[in-house]
């Protein structure tokens, strides 16, 4: 049961355009959403990311948004750069009610900035 | 920023032997760890949750007697697979929560081949 999912698994764009990364979710219980960028053999490195009771947060290049009635967020990068090509992972938690804060991944995409 | 070193970063075992990974956190104290196990082109798959000083918490159908969990101290964490088999060859990846922050650091993985 995919609770996270990515449905798109790659994503080409070319440099300077926007970069528009989708993700959806089943659990109404996820309160806390986080976009991680990961390259081949490494761990993944934070981007952004967006409480349930935001629809809009932003950090330079990178804006998540959340449309919290169809269960689904979105990373726009723009402009994109070469060196945004990397898998994305979408991951959701439930951090109220005292939980652990664990992750659940969507399986990620894949995005490719050409020159 | 906060730092996860995770060693080794690949290791090649025979089946039937064990092998030690450790998760560091190198600059804070994580109250917290999660081991994360990711197969080609899918999403990172939560194994485990750790709490310093307390037993690991396993998600169903994670073997708590093949992935050894130990978070015996708040900077260092191990996952010990025993009598690895070559199903197990995977990337494992750790990482830690500091305090009550939500955000999390990601280890650099470890890619496990069982020969």
């Known amino acids: 049961d995919q609770q996270v999912k990515q449905n798109s698994p790659s994503l080409s764009v070319q440099e300077g355009r926007i970069s528009i990364l989708n993700c959806d979710y089943t659990n109404s219980m996820f309160d806390y959403f986080l976009w991680y960028k990961k390259y081949p053999a490494e761990g993944p490195t934070f981007l952004i990311s967006?409480?349930?009771?935001?629809d809009k947060n932003e950090d330079g290049r990178f804006t998540v948004f959340l449309n919290k009635s169809a269960k689904h967020l979105s990373l726009h990068i723009v402009p994109s750069q070469p060196g945004d090509s990397a898998v994305y992972f979408c991951a959701a938690s439930v951090i109220s009610g005292g939980s652990n804060y664990k992750l659940t991944f969507g399986k990620g995409t894949l995005l490719t900035v050409n020159p | 920023g906060a730092v996860v070193s995770q060693h080794p970063s690949w290791v090649i075992c025979k089946s039937g032997t064990s092998v030690k990974i450790e998760c560091r956190s190198l600059d804070f104290q994580a109250t917290t760890m999660f081991w994360y196990r990711q197969f080609p082109k899918q999403s990172l798959m939560l194994m485990a949750t750790s709490n310093e000083g307390s037993k690991a918490t396993y998600e169903q159908g994670v073997e708590k007697d093949k992935f050894l969990i130990n978070h015996a101290s708040l900077t260092l964490s191990t996952l010990t697979v025993t009598s690895a088999h070559p199903e197990d060859s995977s990337f494992y990846i750790c990482?830690?929560?500091?305090?009550?922050?939500?955000?999390?650091?990601f280890g650099s993985g470890t890619r496990l081949t069982v020969v």
């Open positions: 990482s830690a929560r500091q305090g009550n922050n939500y955000g999390y650091t």
């Open positions: 967006i409480s349930s009771i935001k």
